[in-house]
């Protein structure tokens, strides 16, 4: 038996960190992006939540060319940043995703209430919390035995 209880716990573990991995980087790729901050600093923490912010990741390349919804540079800086804290994950940890992105203004809260106009280019618009709360019950409300082995492969 406590064979058996140590092989579920150890599953248990893996599912809930592929769960933790899959939430946040659906989080990152449907993110609206303009200088790529906002989704740059999308914190991945435990315990508490983490509302610190680099401003200005890029240097001012999005003065010339904008960021869009799903472009690359700021998504990999977010996954590489979130990777340090996944690893120490475990089963039980109360987890969470935030952002303190400001400028003028705090607009990370601005985004997940939906006031400010977006791009055409940021196709999910805002509600990105509440989008992926949603997206994460729709998938896995019930998880089977399919769904437990699919979560165990997700990995930031």
Excluded: C
Aim: net charge negative; aromatic share 12%.
């Amino acid at each position: 038996l406590d064979a058996w209880q140590a092989a579920v716990s150890e599953l248990a573990g893996r599912v809930f960190k592929g769960y933790v991995a899959e939430t946040y980087k659906y989080i990152v790729t449907t993110s609206p992006q303009y200088s790529g901050d906002f989704v740059a600093n999308m914190n991945l923490s435990v315990g508490s939540p983490d509302y610190s912010f680099e401003a200005d990741v890029f240097g001012g390349l999005a003065k010339n060319q904008p960021f869009s919804e799903g472009d690359q540079e700021a998504i990999q800086h977010a996954l590489a940043k979130a990777r340090v804290i996944w690893e120490s994950i475990g089963l039980g940890d109360k987890v969470y995703v935030s952002s303190g992105a400001h400028h003028d203004d705090w607009y990370a809260v601005l985004i997940e209430e939906n006031k400010i106009r977006f791009r055409p280019e940021n196709v999910n618009e805002g509600r990105i919390m509440g989008r992926a709360t949603e997206h994460m019950r729709l998938w896995y409300q019930m998880i089977g035995k399919s769904q437990a082995e699919q979560l165990e492969e997700v990995t930031l």
